[in-house]
């Protein structure tokens, strides 16, 4: 719950929830759940638990998309369980996408801790990928890059979440690959895999990441044929 008593409205009871979870991981599927607040994201781990304790551990690759504030308590439980932490660095108010002060409109200062929090679910040993949220914020990859690798400061008891430069990549390509079962076909650029390559304007290892937004793609290869470059 939010401040001043503001939380989402229930679209399932939790039993119906967790009986869809177990239903569906009994099937094979792999499940993506919308969370935002902590209490959502509580319940969404409470699913996949209860999935895990009815039909075994198997390699199921759930995962949470935003996660945007976590209970401290639930985010070991990310990595325990398996799941994977889909995130948007570009939705932070520290992004620079949206005004940092309205995040005060909505957090709590005790769920300051868990906001946002990526590389804290780093660190324990949770997947964590990256995504825009397009349409939410422009589908351009280097806003989300610069959000994650040089974040706003926001001073006070705001944890620095500040990801490496490799870090970042991997959570946009490797391990996206492996989030979507396709580690063996795509993510890297190995001999075999899918040619799907953005070539840019700049080496990212020697660029400011304060201004990784003036970083261009110059050409685009899908699968092996170029379909993009720039001033063509």
Known sequence: MGRNGNCGDEV????????????????????????????????????????QKANGKR????????????????????ADLGIVASLQPGHAPRGHVF??????????????????????????????IFSTDWPVIPVDVMSTLK??????????????????????????????????FAEDTRGRLKEGMDADIAVLSHDLTRWP????TDVDAITAIMDGQITFQRGH
């Open 59 to 78: 390699d199921s690759r759930h995962r949470i998309e935003h996660i945007e504030v976590i209970h401290p308590d639930d985010i070991p439980r990310l």
């Open 147 to 180: 959000a994650a690798t040089a974040p706003l400061d926001l001073g006070g008891d705001w944890p620095d979440q500040t990801q490496t430069l490799q870090d970042t990549l991997a959570s946009y390509t490797l391990d996206n690959a492996w989030a979507e």
């Open 99 to 128: 005004p940092p002060s309205g995040v005060g409109d909505y957090i709590r200062p005790e769920q300051i801790e868990g906001a946002y929090a990526w590389q804290t679910i780093r660190d324990t040993g949770a997947r964590v």
């Open 209 to 212: 990441a304060e201004t990784i």
């Open 12 to 51: 399932f009871t939790q039993e119906h929830f967790v009986a869809a979870c177990v239903e569906a991981d009994r099937l094979g599927f792999q499940i993506a759940v919308h969370a935002i607040g902590d209490a959502a994201v509580r319940r969404t781990i409470d699913a996949y638990e209860a999935a």
